[in-house]
């Protein structure tokens, strides 16, 4: 109970990683959408895409964005690299496709924007293709 109730972190690693892992794959699940035509040309059809030079591109990049980006993020590839991906594509969503209102309506592609955020500045842990490939793996 005392280590529960202490300011210091528990399993922060693995804890870090396990959420890693949770919004990559949101994220995936989400991008998988890119390969279903018919909700695909549904998306290209709201009225906030039909202002852009191409709906169907747009909606085509943004999906793609959310699987490419859970991909690397579940990973732990490229992670950096993927949070602004997945921030910059939210924020789109946030401020383009929905109405703004993070604090209510826009809550749940806003909070992958601070999850983004999360990842950007602590890395993606030495259970990841990062810390594999650049040796960290083996220090922590």
């Keep these: 109970m005392k280590k529960f109730f202490s300011t210091e972190g528990i399993l922060q690693e693995s804890g870090l990683t396990l959420i890693r892992l949770i919004v990559g794959l949101f994220l995936v ?25 191409s ?3 747009m909606v085509y990049l943004g999906k793609g964005s959310e699987l490419v980006a859970g991909l690397l993020l579940t990973t732990g ?10 921030i910059g594509t939210m924020l789109y969503i946030t401020f383009f496709v929905g109405h703004g209102k993070f604090w209510y309506e826009d809550q ?22 990062d810390a594999l490939l650049t040796g960290n793996r083996l220090k922590s």
């Design 108 to 129: 749940h592609p806003f909070l992958f924007v601070l999850l983004a955020m999360v990842f950007f500045f602590t890395g993606p842990g030495k259970w990841s293709l």
């Design 55 to 57: 709906p169907t591109f």
């Design 77 to 86: 590839l490229l992670t950096r690299l993927s949070c602004l991906l997945i």
């Design 29 to 53: 699940y989400h991008g998988w959408e890119v390969f279903d035509a018919t909700k695909m040309n549904e998306y290209a059809a709201w009225d906030n895409f039909k202002q852009d030079f």
